[in-house]
């Protein structure tokens, strides 16, 4: 599971970039469309990172140290 949301992350931060740079730095017609696609790609990449690092520092956070291995 965390491998997905790695992936849709990842998937969903590249194009998103490339949407708002073309939005951002219009080579000729550049619309609003531009500018939505990627808000929308970058909050599920958002969405996708948020919810990885919690489940990772959660796992990791239910861990038993023990004093004896010392």
């Not at 990627?38 to 140290?65: H, N, P, S, T």
């Amino acid at each position: 599971m965390k491998n997905l949301l790695l992936g849709l992350g990842v998937i969903g931060l590249i194009p998103g970039a490339w949407f708002v740079y073309r939005y951002l730095y219009p080579d000729g017609a550049a619309d609003k469309q531009d500018a939505v696609i990627g808000g929308v790609l970058l909050a599920v990449a958002l969405i996708c990172f948020a919810v990885f690092f919690f489940m990772k520092f959660r796992e990791e956070g239910e861990q038993d140290i023990s004093i004896t291995k010392f």
